[in-house]
C-alpha cells in the first residue's frame, strides 16, 4: 500500500512549539520532492514549504524562521517542526509526495491531514 499518514497535531498555545510527522509507507518517496501545505479555516489550501530529495528547501514567507521541514536519513518521514505558533497557524495540515518529478505526467500522493489548532 502506498500512502502518506500526517501525526502529531493537536492544541498547542500561542507561543509554542509542535512538530508535524509525515510518514510513507515503503521506500516510494525516496528521492522524491515532498511538501507540507496547510488549509486554514474558510480559507484555500496553501504552501507551507517543501523539500527536494537533495536537501533543498523552500519556506513561504508565513512561516519562515518559525517553521523547519526536515527529513530522515533514509527519507521515509518528513518532518515540520513548528515553533513560535501564532493563532493563524490553525489549520489542517497536509503533506504531499511528488512520485514523477519532472515528468510530462506528475503524480502526487498527499496524506488525510492532521489538525493543528493554536489556542490564543
Known amino acids: 500500500q502506498i500512502q502518506l499518514v500526517e501525526s502529531g497535531g493537536g492544541l498547542v498555545q500561542a507561543g509554542g512549539s509542535l512538530r508535524l510527522s509525515c510518514a510513507a509507507s515503503?521506500?516510494?518517496?525516496?528521492?522524491?520532492?515532498m511538501g507540507w501545505y496547510r488549509q486554514p479555516p474558510g480559507k484555500e489550501r496553501e504552501l507551507v514549504g517543501n523539500?527536494?530529495?537533495?536537501?533543498?528547501?523552500y519556506y513561504a514567507d508565513s512561516v519562515k524562521g518559525r517553521f523547519t521541514i526536515s527529513r530522515d536519513n533514509g527519507q521515509n518521514t518528513m518532518y515540520l517542526q513548528m515553533n513560535s505558533v501564532k493563532p493563524e497557524d490553525t489549520a489542517v495540515y497536509y503533506c504531499?509526495?511528488?512520485?514523477?518529478?519532472?515528468?510530462?505526467?506528475?503524480?502526487?500522493?498527499w496524506g488525510q491531514g492532521t489538525q493543528v489548532t493554536v489556542s490564543s
Open positions: 504531499n509526495a511528488v512520485l514523477r518529478p519532472g515528468s510530462k505526467w506528475p503524480v502526487e500522493l
Open positions: 515503503g521506500s516510494f518517496a525516496v528521492g522524491k520532492p
Open positions: 523539500i527536494t530529495g537533495d536537501g533543498a528547501i
